[in-house]
């Protein structure tokens, strides 16, 4: 329900979500962090329709991590 009302805020915190769970450096906590991230995807794609935006966060959070 937030996530079709309130999409970005939904992304906002899924993004620190992802962080949190990348930043752990665990195998386990990797898998969380692609949950939340599928969720993100789910969100620009389905819901705003912005393939761009979720192409430019993935390939941000590949030259982070």
Known sequence: ????????????????????????????SYAVAAQYAQNMKDIYLTILKDTNAWKGYIKSVREKH
């Not at 009302?5 to 450096?25: C, E, F, M, S, T």
């Open 1 to 28: 329900f937030v996530k079709e009302q309130y999409p970005q805020d939904a992304l906002k915190i899924y993004r620190i979500l992802v962080n949190k769970y990348i930043g752990y450096a665990a195998r386990g």
